[in-house]
């Protein structure tokens, strides 16, 4: 979870009110922190959101009370025309396409705040945007600039500037081997031919994203007020994101900001021509029902709007539907523009929550007392980690949430998959891990975008971080996937069985003489069909079947997916639906 130091002095200006050592720490829970360490100069906050990238500044923090003591932040820029223009080229398109910015004049820039500034581009761009992969920021004194301003690609070896920590000028080449930023980020740009790069009308070199800033025109000192802002990436929504946050924190600092219009050479997801900072945020419905089923009680319409607004939602009195606890009415709500975190109608309900305060929800005793004990699924599971551990294997344990790259691409799938018939009866494994995927509409990370359908990727990513380790490898993992109904018209969640064998000499055989021991140590009988998977070799690959249905499959790894994982032993694997065991 992410964790930040303040300067006490400057937290109290973006309050407007002294701490109180008692109180402050009650404050916290609406953001969701806690007090690591309180000197007598600062404090050391550790907040417990990871989904909340606005709250991780001192400027986040003080907002969020702010608002809810009843002092409104109203950001008029975002309603603002652009003053000046950025330009996107046609190449950098297809590196690291997106750019946002704007220009903020009157903020004064202490010691304190520059701390601070430098502290959120670090926080947004390292946690938020991947290590600077997804999402970075630059800062620069917008008086050395002249508009418009280019992003383009540049030749590495002839571009030149002289980058922050450097008295002389290096080549774009030369930063990425020498400089400890280029040295630390130029994974990212690895065998680009040509660099991006952000240039004034001048033609002189703002910085090279998303590594350095240029020392003449990209440094900022205590003292300044007038600044340009930027942030470029390879995702428009969380580019966007990142500026509207950081001109919420100018604004709040007490600055000016005019909004800058960023001219794309082709159609984005917000049109060729974006004015940043942008508000995307539209309203979402929510029904009283799902606050009463996840609260655990009855609560009024006004009562909603009322803590909502105290969190910086905006609520319109027009669309709600009724006004007492028990019309079952529902209201439209809309997140403030310095968030993009909403998910699921729970998300608001947990901000009422906070807002309201969790101490102010009485709890109930059970009315029936319960002893709880081990389901018969877990106890079945068990057996099978025991025994799976007795023939040599190594339990891993993955995230649920994976990517498409991780469950398809490296597959050797094609996606969408074509239909499979069914073998006779329609429940089991009769639809293959591919046709099932289940995509999340608004995933935070590209890494995090989908639920797992199998294990089978968790194994391969696992076994592609084991090189170094003394072969043979032998590992297995029980967990929950989530796939599409065979109708399509919902999903379902499954508990499979996965194992892997990888060494010089895996073959069919060892795995199947595992999978033979296992079934008959749990009175299992079972069958084996030919199949055809693009992730096996032809040929050494088996259909699992009890009866008539699909309990999972055994094969070879294809060798394209191993070179796809970047794995340089044979390997073979198995998976089962232990849910129909």
């Known amino acids: 979870m992410p964790t ?33 360490a309180w000197t007598e100069e600062s404090l050391k906050l550790e907040l417990n959101d990871s989904n909340r990238p606005d709250l991780w500044s001192p400027e986040g923090i003080a907002r969020q009370i702010r608002i809810h003591q009843g002092k409104n932040s109203a950001y008029p820029f975002f309603a603002q025309k652009a003053e000046e223009k950025m330009y996107v080229s046609k190449e950098v398109m297809a590196m690291r396409p997106y750019l946002a910015g704007f220009i903020v004049r009157g903020v004064t820039i202490t010691e304190s705040a520059l701390a601070q500034l430098i502290q959120a581009q670090e926080k947004l761009a390292d946690i938020f945007g991947q290590k600077r992969k997804s999402v970075s920021i630059g800062l620069y004194p917008v008086n050395k600039i002249v508009f418009p301003v280019r992003y383009d690609l540049a030749d590495p070896d002839t571009t030149q500037l002289t980058p922050l920590g450097m008295d002389n000028p290096m080549s774009l080449s030369e930063i990425l081997h020498h400089h400890p930023k280029g040295i630390a980020y130029g994974a990212i740009l690895k065998d680009q031919p040509r660099l991006p790069v952000l240039m004034d009308a001048k033609g002189q070199v703002l910085s090279f994203p998303p590594i350095i800033n240029s020392r003449e025109i990209g440094e900022v000192c205590v003292g300044d007020t007038d600044l340009l802002v930027e942030v470029t990436g390879t995702r428009q929504r969380m580019v966007i994101l990142a500026a509207n946050i950081f001109a919420c924190n100018l604004f709040d600092r007490g600055g000016t900001v005019t909004p800058v219009e960023i001219i794309y050479p082709q159609q984005t997801d917000f049109g060729m021509s974006v004015t940043t900072p942008h508000d995307f945020s539209k309203p979402v419905t929510v029904t009283l029902g799902e606050f009463e089923k996840a609260l655990g009680e009855l609560v009024s319409l006004n009562e909603v709007k009322s803590f909502l607004t105290s969190y910086g939602y905006r609520v319109c009195s027009d669309d709600f539907g009724a006004s007492t606890a028990t019309s079952g009415g529902d209201m439209a709500v809309t997140l403030p523009s310095y968030r993009d975190d909403f998910m699921h109608p729970i998300d608001i309900v947990e901000d009422f929550a906070i807002s309201r305060g969790f101490e102010t929800f009485l709890p109930t005793m059970p009315v029936t007392a319960t002893i709880g004990s081990q389901s018969s699924r877990t106890h079945f599971a068990n057996q099978l980690a025991n025994a799976m551990v007795g023939f040599g294997f190594e339990e891993v344990i993955s995230n649920v949430l994976s990517s498409s790259a991780e469950q398809i691409d490296r597959m050797r799938i094609a996606f969408p998959a074509p239909p499979v018939p069914l073998r006779g009866k329609s429940e089991g494994m009769s639809r293959r891990p591919e046709q099932g995927v289940i995509l999340l509409e608004n995933p935070m990370t590209e890494r995090h975008a989908i639920p797992r359908s199998w294990l089978l990727p968790s194994l391969l990513r696992v076994e592609a971080a084991s090189s170094k380790t003394y072969y043979p490898h032998r590992l297995f993992e029980m967990g929950e996937v989530a796939r599409m109904t065979a109708t399509g018209e919902g999903c379902e969640t499954a508990f499979h069985l996965g194992a892997l064998i990888a060494y010089a000499e895996a073959r069919f055989s060892d795995l199947h003489a595992v999978l033979a021991t296992l079934f008959n140590s749990l009175s299992v009988s079972y069958k084996m069909a ?31 997916v191993l070179t796809h994982w970047e794995i340089g032993m044979p390997a073979v694997a198995f998976e089962i639906d232990i849910t129909l065991l």
């Open 4 to 36: 930040i130091e303040v300067k006490q002095d400057d937290l109290e200006y973006l309050l407007g009110e002294k701490l109180d050592r008692e109180r402050f720490p009650r404050l916290l829970a609406l953001v969701k922190g806690e007090v690591k």
């Open 530 to 560: 030919t199949m055809a998977h693009p992730t096996f070799i032809e040929g050494r690959t088996g259909l699992l079947l009890q009866g008539d249905r699909e309990i999972g499959w055994i094969g070879e790894i294809h060798p394209e």
